[in-house]
Every structure is written in C-alpha cells, then in structure tokens.
C-alpha cells in the first residue's frame, strides 16, 4: 500500500468491515430482542444444543415448510458470504486460513448463544455459514482472476460489497424491520377516562357487529381457534349501557409499527340508533354483568 489513495481504500474497507461485523452480530446473535432492550434476553431463555447435521433442518421444513426453511438456509448463506470476501480482501489469507477463521467465528456465535441462552446452538448454522463463506471466498478469488491491477481489482470488490451490503440491508429491513427498531412503540391515547375502571381480563366477548333490531344487537363472535365454529349471539342494548367508539391511527415503519394513537369518543343511546348501519361488521368489545344485557361496548372503527 504505497500510494493514498490505497491506504484510502483500505480503510475505507475495514470501516465497511467492522460495520459488517456489527450487523452480524445484531442478526445473528442478538435477533430475538429489540436494539433499545437488548440484553434483556440474556440467561431467559432455553440452552438448547443441535449437534447432529442437519436434523434440524429436515425437523424444520417437516414443520414449517419448505419455502420457510429454504429462507432460513439463504439467510445463513448469505450473511457469511461477506467474511468469505472481507478475509482474503484484508488479512490476506487463503482458502484453508479463511475456512479455519470462519468455522471459528460461526462456533464462538453458537458458544455465546448457549452460554447466554440466547438462541438455538445448532451445527447446520456452523455448516451453512461457513459455505457461505467459500462461496464468498470463491467469488473474490474468481473475480480477481479477471481483473490483473492489483487496485482495480480492490475497487471492484468494495464497490460489490457496498451494493451487497445496501440488497442485505433493504432485505432485512423488508421483512425483519424489528432488528432496527431503536425506540419502542409510541403509544398515545386521547380521552383516556372513556376506558378507565374497565377490566380488560373480564371481556364478556369480542367479535363482529353483525345486526341491530332495537333493543337487540346481533353478534359474530370471534373465533380463537381452528376446533371453534362459527357463533351468533343476541345481547340488549339500552339507555343505560356504555356507548364507546375506538379509532386507532398507526404509523409504519417497514412492516413495523411506530407510533399507534388510540382516539376514543362516546355516544349516547339516542345518537348511536340512527348510526347503526355505519358499525355493521365492525368489530366491537363488549362487557356484560350477565351475559343478557350489554354493560360497555366499544365499537371499533376502521
């Protein structure tokens, strides 16, 4: 590295390096608890060890399915396929010397894991990783095959690092956006007395607003398992039972939410007659004292 602008591009390759590391270890490590509470999980949950090859991917797509499983192994694929480049790139080492590396990085991870008890110990992640990595190592040792000056050639392989690094980023962020939340969920509620002093553990039922023939509501109730079938169930509704309209608006990151500001309003029995076809099939939470009457019912709006 005689000139700057390849001591430039070194450190500008190790920078990229150590952020890779840094995002690994977040996905790989830590990928069951959230950035602002992150070591919560440590010592909660169960140590489990898989030694046997592959048992726990042929268990897996016999429970979740193929295209499930498939998507696990290119995720263990994939985010080896940097270390496979980035060692050879920046230590300088061969085939043999960058196996050994990788191998020994992939246990150190499933080592912490069940040290921690913070994940599934399992020798398929160690197997896929580290082919992940020759893979990697495979593309860096081709595409230098093509390219003969040495810092052309360095360019080129920090260049497709970048873009792969901005695919894997857009992917995680597409469908695991919860490993970047870095604050929690914004809760806000407006007229909060509406729905003080009710018990949410004693719900009488919750379901769909299907039909309304004063005084009597007619009710879908919401299934909770395959096994139920479906119900309807008539209530009364009079003077005396608490009329609550529930609006939420939400605000997405991603596939995640961010902010979620529950709006909150009462209608009197008059006020709510004239409007009952606008909550049909809406769905409704209701509070009886006797399984007859409605005590409290919250409406909830689309």
Known sequence: MNTKKERLLSTFAWVIF??????????????????????????????????????????????????????????????????????????NKGFKQTVVIVIGISVSIEVVQYILAIGISDIDDVILNTVGAIVGWSVFQYIKGKIKRTFIFRVVIVGMMIVFGFVGIFAILATETRLFQITPKKVTVTNPELIDGLNYGSI????????????????????????????????????????????????????????EKYMYSSLTYDEFLPATESFNRNNVTIWSADGKRVGTIIIIKP
């Not at 959230?34 to 016999?62: D, K, W």
């Not at 290119?74 to 980035?86: S, Y």
């Not at 379901?207 to 009597?216: Q, S, T, V």
């Open 18 to 91: 150590i952020v890779y590391l840094l995002v690994l270890v977040r996905i790989v490590l830590f990928k069951d608890t959230q950035i602002y509470n992150l070591f919560v999980m440590i010592g909660h949950g169960q140590r489990v060890l898989n030694i046997i090859p592959f048992a726990s991917t042929f268990e897996m797509m016999r429970t979740i399915g193929l295209l499930h499983n498939l998507q696990n192994i290119a995720g263990n694929l994939a985010v080896f396929f940097p270390m496979g480049i980035f060692i050879p790139l920046l230590m």
């Open 204 to 259: 009488y039922v919750t379901g769909k607003l299907i039909g309304f023939n004063a005084p009597e509501l007619t009710i879908e109730k919401a299934i909770q398992n395959q096994n139920q079938i479906r119900e309807i169930i008539k209530m009364e509704l009079d003077q005396e039972t608490r009329i609550i309209l529930e609006h939420v608006e939400s605000t997405y990151f991603f596939d995640i939410i961010t902010t």
